[in-house]
């Protein structure tokens, strides 16, 4: 059972930046996907980031140019930078693992961190 503890959230100011971490109670492999998603008031949990680890990153069109989502291999945490904020991005995003098929293929939540932009 892997638990994921998400940090970093808050509010912030349109145009302003925010780094999200997500640490894993667990090392997640290269093969491993790793994602962060989010999920408005009245809205359902949407995609916002994922990275496999050994390919590029995949990215939602809404936030393409300004979110980058790094992680390591090998390693327990995956981060997402969030540049440009907008009202639009305001969300409880959680971190997501997705083990490979080889591992099981079970899917993995964190309780969310609340994102607020707002002036």
């Known amino acids: 059972q892997v638990q994921l503890v998400e940090s970093g959230g808050g509010l912030v100011q349109p145009g302003g930046s925010l780094t999200l971490s997500c640490v894993a109670s667990?090392?997640?492999?290269?093969?491993?996907?790793m994602g962060w998603y989010r999920q408005a008031p009245g809205k359902q949990r949407e995609l916002v980031a994922s990275?496999?680890?050994?390919?590029?990153?995949n990215y939602a069109d809404s936030v393409k140019g300004r979110f980058t989502i790094s992680r390591g291999n090998a390693v327990k945490a995956v981060y997402l930078q969030m540049n440009s904020l907008k009202p639009e991005d305001t969300a409880v995003y959680y971190c997501?693992?997705?083990?490979?098929?080889?591992?099981?293929?079970?899917?993995?939540w964190g309780k969310g961190t609340l994102v607020t932009v707002s002036s």
């Open positions: 990275h496999s680890g050994g390919g590029n990153p």
């Open positions: 997501n693992v997705r083990r490979s098929r080889l591992r099981g293929g079970m899917d993995y």
């Open positions: 667990e090392i997640i492999f290269s093969g491993d996907l």
